[in-house]
């Protein structure tokens, strides 16, 4: 049975490395798929290392050194990337910047043992380190291990109710959007594969159970499930990357009547009513302005404007912030003008700002600026 299942785990671990190499060269939605081919990588590697531990029998010491320093087991950024793969799948404008890096920074926990036997091995080799505390060394990286995972399980748990957060918000105003469906059961997903973790995890942590546990079951009810999620994420992962993001016309048939009506409407609630002013304004408040259907309003904006409710908004309160630069008087910060025109969040201003203009505000401001004088 071992067998079959070593056999399951390297052909998950080679079919998840060339997943992984075609979503980081194919071009539509980038960002995401970027974050996706990172995913599969990682689980692929962890794969891969328990698939050479079940196999290799008595390692040459050339081998022992090269499993000893090579990162395989690196899962610590699972759940951001879970949470910034979903963002970037729900906001198509969204990409990682330097206020992410952050996120990032526990892969420290996964490279700590890999960088500590490195130095060990040349400690060794050079003499400043004995070969007995090179032993205690080891046993305390062996320790290091089992406990490691607990953090790693924490993290995943986490960002993945962050996740869910982030996906009830987006509902709120996108409920049409088909996308949403894809990263609801990418998250279900994760999650079930959280509680099978967790349930293994509790025995394993536990002195008096996790040599029974590994003797008994090993690893495989944890990498048999990360099996599944390689082909699934590989398969219906890149079938979703290479769809257009936007719906087809066709899904929804509007009489051009009403699609004409819909948008002149839409149109009026943000230039007459200036309802984009409203910081915390959701689908439900124009429609209830309107009195239009919700879904006529959303397969309008999604199939023949082109564009979801938010980036339909924020298009009128980035042309408001851009006529402020140039014309406010009162002396208010960029962050000022940018709460004054319906903004409620800076990011989200200067990504929206950036993403329409290809410049930040302040770049914008001075190019303007230095135009008019010329």
Not at 39 to 51: D, F, G, K, Q, V
Not at 116 to 135: F, N
Not at 200 to 229: E, F, K, N, R
Not at 337 to 358: D, H, L, M, P, V
Request: hydrophobic share 45%.
């Amino acid at each position: 049975m071992r067998d079959s299942f070593n056999i399951l785990i390297i052909l998950g671990a080679i079919q998840g490395i060339i997943s992984s190499v075609l979503l980081f060269s194919y071009k539509p939605k980038k960002q995401a798929n970027t974050l996706l081919a990172w995913l599969i990588l990682i689980i692929s590697l962890a794969c891969l290392n328990l698939y050479f531990l079940e196999t290799v029998e008595s390692p040459s010491p050339t081998w022992r050194v090269i499993a000893e320093v090579t990162p395989l087991i690196v899962l610590m950024p699972l759940g951001p990337l879970v949470y910034f793969y979903v963002k970037a799948m729900l906001f198509p404008e969204f990409r990682l910047g330097k206020k992410a890096r952050p996120h990032f920074y526990s892969i420290t926990i996964d490279l700590f043992p890999y960088l500590a036997a490195s130095t060990l091995l040349l400690g060794s080799y050079w003499g400043s380190i004995d070969i007995e505390r090179v032993q205690d060394w080891q046993q305390f990286i062996d320790i290091y291990f089992v406990y490691s995972d607990i953090p790693r399980w924490l993290s995943l748990a986490i960002y993945l109710w962050f996740t869910r957060k982030l996906i009830n918000s987006y509902s709120n105003n996108n409920s049409q959007n088909p996308t949403l469906r894809w990263t609801r059961h990418f998250t279900r997903g994760f999650t079930i594969f959280a509680i099978i973790w967790l349930l293994h995890l509790v025995p394993y942590i536990i002195p008096s159970l996790s040599d029974q546990l590994l003797t008994a079951v090993g690893w495989y009810p944890i990498y048999m499930p990360m099996i599944v999620l390689i082909y699934w994420l590989g398969i219906s992962g890149f079938m979703v990357s290479i769809k257009p993001h936007r719906v087809s016309s066709r899904n929804s048939i509007l009489p051009q009547e009403t699609i004409e009506q819909t948008s002149v409407a839409l149109q009026q609630a943000m230039e007459e009513a200036q309802l984009y002013l409203k910081p915390t304004l959701k689908l439900d408040d124009v429609v209830a302005q309107l009195d239009i259907p919700q879904k006529t309003i959303s397969a309008v904006l999604n199939q023949h404007l082109n564009k979801s409710f938010n980036e339909f908004v924020n298009g009128y309160r980035i042309e408001a912030c851009k006529a402020r630069l140039l014309s406010d008087s009162s002396n208010l910060t960029i962050t000022g003008i940018a709460y004054e025109c319906g903004f409620n969040s800076q990011a989200t201003f200067q990504r929206a700002f950036k993403t329409a203009t290809g410049l930040t505000p302040k770049e914008y401001k001075q190019e303007q600026l230095k135009n008019s004088l010329n």
